[in-house]
């Protein structure tokens, strides 16, 4: 018998790991996040996407989400996966006078999604973001979109946040209204 590895934690309630053709249904601005691992604050926001040919149980496509340093840095995974999802580099012109994340609302890409352990439990997270090749068909998007800014507070978009993300913005220094917090880090 050959040797065989397999994931002894693997669980039926998360994503399969694998490419998946997908949508991007969510940016949320998260605000400036303190990194325990890094020690600084930061911005922060979180990409939304929807996997169409993953159900939930009530027959809406899957969502999964990543979270980013809000930098176009060389070296920031932000820029990596725009690069990689645009299918070309970031221009000097998007650098410098900011490239426009909403204009990313609703487009087809594919992830590559990969299993991992968080506290003894399994869970899926998004590794790559990638241009979808031409002539492969996406469907159409089934999630509303939603395009959360932190500086309009608790406005209707925010209401409709699962409490989860909701938590997440409400660690940041703009949301708890602490300015002076330390340095900013992009």
């Not at 911005?43 to 930098?71: C, H, W």
């Not at 469907?139 to 209707?156: R, S, T």
């Amino acid at each position: 018998m050959g040797l065989i590895a397999k994931n002894e934690v693997e669980e039926k309630d998360i994503i399969s790991a694998g490419t998946h053709v997908a949508r991007c249904c969510g940016i949320v601005d998260l605000g400036t996040q303190y990194s325990e691992k890094f020690g600084r604050w930061a911005n922060k926001i979180m990409f939304q996407f929807e996997l169409p040919a993953d159900l939930t149980d009530d027959g809406r496509p899957s969502v999964i989400s990543k979270k980013y340093t809000l930098s176009l840095n060389d070296k920031a995974s932000l820029r990596k996966d725009l690069e990689s999802w645009l299918g070309r580099p970031v221009t000097a012109r998007e650098e410098h006078d900011r490239f426009a994340l909403g204009s990313m609302l609703g487009a087809a890409c594919l992830l590559s999604i990969l299993h991992g352990e968080n506290a003894e439990k399994a869970h899926a997270y998004v590794a790559g973001v990638m241009s979808v090749p031409a002539g492969m068909v996406v469907p159409d998007a089934v999630n509303p979109v939603i395009l959360y800014d932190i500086d309009n507070g608790e406005d209707a978009v925010y209401a409709k946040l699962p409490d989860w993300v909701k938590n997440l913005i409400q660690q940041s220094r703009e949301f708890k209204g602490d300015d002076k917090l330390g340095e900013t880090s992009a």
